[in-house]
Nanobody
Framework: QVQPVESGGRLVQAGSSLKLSCAASGRTFSSYAVAWFRQAPGKEREFVADISWSGGSTRYADSVEARFSIWRDNAKNTVYLQMNVLKPEDTAVYYC???????????WGQGTQVTVTS
């Protein structure tokens, strides 16, 4: 098993940038596909982006594709989410999840809060 741990969330102003990190304890992250999801107050959890174990494949939600970037450093067992030009509607708890393949995520972190003020 693997246990994702998110970090980097905080309160920022609209237009700012923020980088989230997802590190793993237990088995190495390098063998897992990893995704970022988010959940805003009163809304369902939604997919943000994911990346294959090698980093060769990435996918993004339409709402973030032009502003967010996901990548990984397998030597550090860490996956990153760079978020640029943040908007108030990006406010949410951001979760990192890992799984055996893209689209199937079995291991979830506790989340990190991102708040974007206007």
């Amino acid at each position: 098993q693997v246990q994702p741990v998110e970090s980097g969330g905080r309160l920022v102003q609209a237009g700012s940038s923020l980088k989230l990190s997802c590190a793993a304890s237990g088995r190495t992250f390098s063998s897992y596909a990893v995704a970022w999801f988010r959940q805003a107050p009163g809304k369902e959890r939604e997919f943000v982006a994911d990346i294959s174990w090698s980093g060769g494949s990435t996918r993004y939600a339409d709402s973030v594709e032009a502003r967010f970037s996901i990548w990984r450093d397998n030597a550090k067992n860490t996956v990153y989410l760079q978020m640029n030009v943040l908007k108030p509607e990006d406010t949410a708890v951001y979760y990192c999840a890992a799984g055996d393949k893209l689209g199937v995520y079995n291991y979830w972190g506790q989340g990190t809060q991102v708040t974007v003020t206007s």
